[in-house]
């Protein structure tokens, strides 16, 4: 069974410019969440999707946004890249339920220049 | 008030003594506990979820949950220079939400 797949694994971005990012879950996994990873900050919690709609957002500016198609497979955009966005960013997908573990992918390093 | 805790570390322990981290939440309606494990440049990866009071063992690992004071801990006997990683601790709130601790750096020294 296929795990958790992100693209790219590294991103090299200019500040001003827009990204895309993009998870692929776990099949049959429909809840899918971004997170953002750095130093000293722990996982910050940026928005949880769950058949296409978001359910959940976390404290970002509108800068982050993201959607989920009809496969689950999920993007997350950050238009207009500062320096203070280069991080890892994490996508985990989960089954629906309370009882359910989320499972990560592994990651995509952004580089913002 | 952020919704989970822990003590950032860093932890360090001899080889084969007890590890022990600590977790607390805010929302007292949360219903599930997890830990994971974050090795350097890796993504986490499940170690063990809790979701009723007491104690649950996994091999070296056991997981500790007291709901009346809001606590979860994770500990590992037999500390194994493998284990050297950061532990996160996770809370599923009513909402289905995860929220994640900035993890605690364990180092086990040989």
């Known amino acids: 069974k296929a795990g958790v797949t992100q693209t790219p694994r590294y991103l090299i971005k200019t500040r001003g410019q827009q990204v895309t990012l993009s998870c692929s879950p776990i099949s049959g996994h429909r809840s899918v969440s971004w997170y953002q990873q750095t130093p000293g900050q722990g996982l910050q919690f940026l928005f949880e999707?769950?058949?296409?709609?978001?359910?959940n957002k976390g404290n970002f500016p509108g800068r982050f946004s993201g959607r989920q198609f009809s496969n689950s497979r999920s993007e997350m955009n950050v238009s207009t890249l500062e320096l203070g966005d280069s991080a890892l960013y994490l996508c985990?997908?989960?089954?629906?339920?309370?009882?359910?573990?989320?499972?990560f992918g592994q990651g995509t390093r952004l580089t913002v220049v | 008030q952020k919704e989970v805790e822990q003590n950032s570390g860093p932890l360090s322990v001899p080889e084969g003594a007890i590890a022990s981290l600590n977790c607390t939440y805010s929302d007292r309606g949360s219903q599930s506990f997890f830990w994971y494990r974050q090795y350097s440049g890796k993504s986490p990866e499940l170690i063990m979820f809790i979701y009723s009071n007491g104690d649950k063992e996994d091999g070296r690992f056991t997981a500790q949950l007291n709901k009346a004071s809001q606590y979860v801990s994770l500990l590992i006997r037999d500390s194994q220079p493998s284990d050297s990683a950061t532990y996160l601790c996770?809370?599923?709130?009513?909402?289905?939400?995860?929220?994640f601790g900035t993890g605690t750096s364990l180092t086990v020294i040989p």
């Open positions: 999707y769950f058949s296409e709609t978001q359910r």
């Open positions: 985990a997908s989960s089954l629906a339920g309370s009882n359910t573990e989320a499972f």
């Open positions: 996770a809370v599923k709130n009513t909402g289905n939400q995860f929220y």
